[in-house]
């Protein structure tokens, strides 16, 4: 596995969890004991440390089989609840993305740009049980003669639904601000004049891909918590760049690492997938996730140790720098600082806040943490590891 140690490997974590022996701890617990006792020491007394992350994961969407109709029909264009999903794929397998947008959105003839209702919103639907109109058209053919086909549906009524997420659970993200003189509507929020407030979108010390910064827990067949059930990484996410900078405890200061994810919607729970409405953007999926970090070696309790403080990102100008593809950093700030509520750049001072829940990232966390201590879930080794760098130990 790449230049990684082992000195406990899964088989032996695997048999404590199934004993119920395993000692799990949630990453925000993991820090504080290495703060107190320190990583050495950590590594031998805990074999897990489980993570979590509850936002706004615009790569997200669903893959769906609505099952024949009679006669057959092949689906050439398909809406769910009037937001058009992809249908060129077979005869009734659809793909709807979270940021779709629905045709003639109420809000969006009163205020153009901005939209009520989209795909992220159609998937939460779908989990929470709700009946989702369906609406198909066809070319027709010999073998698929119908040429339209109309229905209103429940997730109970369809073959498959199940969440595939090209991209989830960036490893870390920017803080933006707006330098501009007018307020701007990104997908970071509203963004006030002249640096009147700075928003970010990570859970820090509990973010999963900050807890493993070398992945080498992580990759295909990874089991992973997803949307209330147990999902499975699947790939490494598009845009995935392990190559980004990294600071002395080998963290990374930009957005990094990626995977793609997916998981059984018929087994998830609304509460932790949820369809998002952003002002001026449009809307997305806000995806709750989570990844056991098994503690394979002392580097790995290390870093699943470290805590915002120790956890830096950029803070990044989306009023003229973002759209022009300009990658100027103005400043790096820490994620202590930005839970703070406030962070100072050139003697300013300027409030923060979240686009992600700590709270729920903390929940989702702590039930994947009382799964495995239940002996609910086993540790998935993964078959193909991520992209990465080699590793620089400098933290002796």
């Not at 989702?132 to 040429?147: E, F, H, I, N, W």
């Not at 509460?271 to 002392?298: D, H, R």
Request: with cysteine.
């Amino acid at each position: 596995m790449n230049d990684i140690v082992i000195k406990k490997s899964y088989e032996e974590i695997n048999a404590k969890i199934k004993k119920g022996d395993a000692v799990v701890v949630t990453a925000e617990e993991m820090a504080g004991i290495v703060k107190s006792e320190g990583y050495k020491s950590a590594f031998k007394k805990v074999d897990v440390v489980t993570t979590g992350t509850f936002g706004t994961m615009c790569s997200s969407g669903a893959f769906i089989n609505f099952g024949h109709t009679r006669p057959k029909i092949k689906a050439s264009k398909v809406w769910l609840n009037d937001v058009e999903a992809y249908a060129g794929l077979a005869a009734v397998d659809i793909y709807i993305g979270a940021t779709q947008v629905q045709e003639d959105d109420p809000l969006n003839k009163v205020h153009p740009g901005r939209f009520k209702y989209g795909g992220g919103h159609v998937i939460e639907d779908l989990i929470a049980g709700k009946p989702v109109k369906l609406k198909a058209k066809s070319y027709g053919t010999d073998c698929y003669p119908l040429r339209e086909y109309e229905a209103t549906v429940t997730i109970h009524d369809l073959r498959d639904a199940f969440l595939y997420n090209p991209r989830n659970a960036y490893q870390n993200y920017n803080c933006a601000v707006n330098q501009s003189k007018k307020t701007i509507y990104t997908y970071m929020g509203i963004l006030r004049p002249n640096m009147g407030n700075a928003t970010y979108s990570s859970a820090g010390q509990l973010s999963p891909l900050l807890n493993d910064p070398y992945y080498w827990t992580i990759g295909v067949g990874t089991k992973i918590f997803l949307g209330g059930t147990v999902g499975a990484v699947t790939w490494r996410g598009t845009q995935h760049d392990p190559t980004a900078l990294r600071g002395d405890n080998g963290v990374v200061r930009s957005g990094a690492g990626t995977i793609a994810v997916t998981g059984d919607m018929k087994q998830m729970s609304a509460q932790f997938i949820k369809g998002a409405s952003i002002t001026g953007y449009g809307c997305s999926l806000m995806v709750g996730l989570g990844i056991p970090i098994p503690m394979l070696n002392e580097d790995l309790a290390f870093f699943t140790g470290v805590s915002d403080d120790q956890i830096f990102c950029q803070v990044v100008d989306y009023g003229y720098d973002y759209p022009n593809a300009i990658g100027r950093v103005i400043a790096e700030v820490s994620y202590a600082q930005l839970k703070s509520g406030f962070i100072e750049i050139g003697g300013k001072r300027i409030p923060t806040a979240p686009l992600s829940s700590y709270p729920m990232a903390k929940k989702i966390a702590t039930i994947l943490k009382d799964w495995i201590k239940a002996s609910q879930f086993t540790l998935g080794q993964p078959q193909i590891l991520l992209p990465s760098v080699p590793y620089d130990k400098r933290h002796e």
